[in-house]
């Protein structure tokens, strides 16, 4: 059974650094996509980050780019997510997230606080 699970969240002084990963099991993890969503409270679920199976192509939300970086190591069944200049908007809890044909896999999310 697919099962993705966070780690790495935590508190951090705004302008301070986190990375995320995600470690997967449970299906060919090489072969498909990843993403990582947000939800801050009281918001909607939100697009982070994307990255390709190979991890050739990556897109981000235009509130992350050039603060955050998406990679992936296939060898490892893990996807990670560098931030850095944490602001205190990107306070949310962080998703991993896999789509295979039209099921949709989540892991249970890590806390990220950015506040001083």
């Known amino acids: 059974q697919v099962r993705l699970v966070e780690s790495g969240g935590g508190l951090v002084q705004p302008g301070g650094s986190l990375r995320l990963s995600c470690a997967a099991s449970?299906?060919?993890?090489?072969?498909?996509?990843m993403d990582w969503y947000r939800q801050a409270a009281g918001k909607q679920r939100e697009l982070v980050a994307y990255i390709s199976s190979g991890g050739g192509s990556t897109n981000y939300a235009d509130s992350v780019k050039g603060r955050f970086t998406i990679s992936r190591d296939n060898g490892k069944n893990t996807v990670f997510l560098q931030m850095n200049n944490l602001k205190p908007e990107d306070t949310a809890v962080y998703y991993c997230?896999?789509?295979?044909?039209?099921?949709?896999?989540w892991g249970q999310g890590t806390q990220v606080t950015v506040s001083s």
């Open positions: 449970g299906y060919i993890f090489s072969i498909y996509a």
């Open positions: 997230h896999l789509r295979i044909g039209s099921f949709e896999f």
